[in-house]
């Protein structure tokens, strides 16, 4: 097991800050969980105003919610984490998608090129421990993508694995919200939407990558199968831990 990426002097964020947010977001939950994701986006964007972004990983259905939120504020932030071990053809997309939806400011995420030269460099960390190397080139790096914002939206939904089975609209991740306005929608929802509006479709699609991570850790789908059984195909992981607790750690231990 490598040593994870070597993370600023820790701070523990406000106990106090902590319980408020956690308050907030399951009123916030309560209160707007069932509208539509574009009234989620509404609200969301009035509440966290000029404090929130979105992340995205420009992948299979990422189209959704970038059109949705660019048909509110098409300057909203957008952190894209390059990891450095994406398809060309994801790249391409993100520049396409940002081109159609008139998006003003994709803000683009790298690793940390000393933990990098450290941890990973032969570039070949994912052959040996997949965890090491999403916590360099993802978890760490995302941390520090989305410090400046009280709140992000993410294109997460229940549907896309068990870990994701609850998910709430509204959450807490440490001092901070993460709003996932698409919780509730399944593919065909997607499928539609995509079809309604015409949106441009991750190439890679075609060729039968339903769920689009780093090149190396990513493989196509037969009809029928989970979208995200290619992801990291033959290990029990199933999350890079940007979204899961690895992000808040992270998150405290930069004390964002
Ligand atoms: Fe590394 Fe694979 Fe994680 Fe990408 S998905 S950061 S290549 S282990």
């Not at 939904?157 to 609209?169: D, G, H, I, P, V």
């Amino acid at each position: 097991m490598q040593a994870k990426p070597r993370q600023p002097d820790a701070e523990t964020p406000d106990a106090g800050i902590v319980a408020q947010v956690q308050a907030e977001a399951a009123s916030l939950d309560a209160l707007h969980g069932h509208l539509t994701p574009q009234e989620i986006i509404v609200r969301s964007v009035e509440r966290f105003d000029g404090g929130i972004a979105a992340v995205s990983s420009f992948g299979a259905d990422s189209a959704v919610l970038l059109h949705m939120i660019a048909e509110v504020d098409r300057n909203l932030p957008i952190v894209f984490l390059d990891t450095g071990k994406h398809f060309g053809e994801t790249l391409d997309y993100r520049d396409a998608l940002a081109a159609d939806f008139g998006l003003t400011d994709i803000r683009i995420v790298t690793p940390d090129e000393a933990a990098l030269a450290r941890i990973d460099p032969l570039g070949d960390l994912h052959k040996s421990d997949t965890d090491a190397c999403c916590d360099v080139r993802k978890v760490e790096p995302m941390a520090r993508g989305v410090e400046p914002f009280g709140a992000w939206f993410t294109g997460r939904k229940r549907f896309q694995a068990s870990t994701r089975s609850a998910l709430a609209a509204f959450e807490q991740v440490g001092p901070r919200f993460r709003i996932n306005p698409l919780a509730r929608w399944g593919t065909s929802d997607l499928a539609d939407y995509m079809r309604k509006h015409a949106l441009r479709e991750n190439p890679l699609v075609a060729y039968g990558y339903l769920s689009i991570g780093c090149f190396p850790c990513t493989q196509p789908v037969k009809p029928g199968e989970d979208a995200r059984s290619g992801r990291w195909a033959g290990q029990a992981k199933t999350e890079c831990g940007i979204h899961l607790s690895g992000l808040e750690q992270s998150l405290t231990d930069t004390s964002l």
